[in-house]
């Protein structure tokens, strides 16, 4: 099991940077909140005391205060949301959201890469007949959802307000693109020509369907018809006409298209269930912070609320809770779930990601290795 742990150092740092890079994200530390200048405050009248303090739920106020006007939190999320009455809600919408926008962030990216593969094969044909229209189906559609994403994010709340509306569900906004791309709703609207720009974008990604489904059998015959002509020019009279005839049987366009139909078929539903298989980000991380959560508050909160009154006491029990919580953090979280998370992220990896770009065809992988080098793979 050490040694286990010792081959997977590098892994295990980089996964450690990156939770310290999310905790300053989310302003905490094993859902301990850091404060490192709220934007809200609470207002003086309502005695508001925090829930991790005491233990106890705080009277909470139906409003809080503005301190700056003109100021937005400059990184992470504001800690005014930590201990909020609606907290979860604000960052089960953060998180769902975020999980797309990382998730068509990185399908893209694959898609760029077998472009390359492309141009490094020679394969110019992949080039226009699947690598162009699966970026604009995707941009069209996801990286369109993305987009609504951002200026969902990016419109201030005044703005919603001033139109006398709610800010618009970007799922109901996905759904009507399909069902009424010209008739756009007003709750169902985020800015003023998206009723222009929805149905282009719709007729593009349907247009390039039949481009992935036919461009390249069809290149390719023609392709194959015009070497067939050239064919007893080279070879003369009838021996070539017949040498050209067997290789005319050897291309087989049916199995052509119907291999090229899979690969659509699969590309494309595999854009919306790539899509929504992202979402496990979401989901482990709202179940890792709900833990910590419970951890914190079940384990050393209550222990240490236990021995109010009694500083002895007090101590004692914060030695007990925190070594409670310690243990239970170790081997829950910083091992199980960083363990389940890994295993997530690995199949988003093989699955959503290298699916775009990876054929499993060419030479076998072998692990960098010294002795390898230097005694040769024969003397290992």
């Given at each position: 099991m050490i040694q286990t742990t010792y081959d997977g150092r590098y892994m295990l740092l980089l996964m450690g940077l990156f939770s310290m890079y999310t905790g300053l994200l989310y302003n905490e530390c094993f859902s301990v909140a850091l404060d490192f200048g709220s934007n809200w405050k609470f207002p003086a009248s309502t005695n508001y005391i925090p829930a991790n303090l005491n233990g106890s739920t705080p009277h909470l106020p139906q409003f809080m205060v503005r301190i700056d006007e003109n100021r937005a939190y400059e990184f992470g999320v504001d800690p005014a949301w930590n201990g909020s009455p609606n907290a979860l809600s604000y960052y089960n919408s953060l998180k769902m959201k975020l999980a797309i926008v990382l998730g068509v962030a990185q399908m893209v990216v694959g898609i760029c890469l077998s472009a390359f593969n492309a141009?490094?094969?020679?394969?110019?044909?992949?080039?226009?007949?699947?690598?162009?229209?699966?970026?604009?189906?995707m941009l069209c559609l996801f990286g369109y959802l993305v987009f609504l994403i951002l200026l969902k994010w990016a419109t201030p709340v005044p703005y919603w307000a001033a139109h006398n509306m709610d800010p618009p569900f970007l799922l109901n906004v996905m759904i009507q693109m399909f069902l009424s791309p010209v008739n756009l709703q007003k709750e169902n609207t985020l800015f003023a020509q998206q009723h222009v720009l929805q149905?282009?974008?719709?007729?593009?990604?349907v247009l390039c369907v039949p481009v992935m489904l036919l461009a390249k059998p069809l290149y390719l015959r023609h392709k194959h018809q015009q070497n067939m002509q050239?064919?007893?020019?080279?070879?003369?009279?009838?021996h070539g006409h017949g040498h050209g005839h067997g290789h005319e049987e050897e291309f087989d366009f049916s199995e052509i298209f119907v291999k090229q139909a899979i690969h659509t078929i699969e590309y494309v539903l595999g854009a919306i269930s790539n899509t929504a298989s992202y979402l496990r980000l979401w989901a482990l991380s709202l179940a890792h912070s709900e833990l910590s959560i419970v951890f914190w508050e079940q384990l050393f909160m209550t222990l240490y609320a236990m021995g109010s009154g009694n500083l002895a006491a007090q101590v004692f029990l914060a030695w007990i809770g925190f070594g409670a919580w310690a243990g239970v953090t170790f081997g829950v979280l910083l091992v199980m779930e960083s363990l389940s998370a890994f295993l997530h992220a690995l199949r988003l990896h093989w699955v959503e990601f290298m699916n775009k770009f990876y054929k499993g065809d060419g030479y076998m992988f072998t692990p960098f290795a010294y002795s390898r080098i230097l005694l040769g793979p024969d003397d290992e």
């Open positions: 141009v490094y094969f020679g394969h110019i044909v992949d080039i226009w007949a699947e690598f162009i229209p699966q970026i604009l189906f149905p282009i974008l719709l007729i593009i990604a050239r064919i007893p020019t080279l070879d003369g009279g009838d």
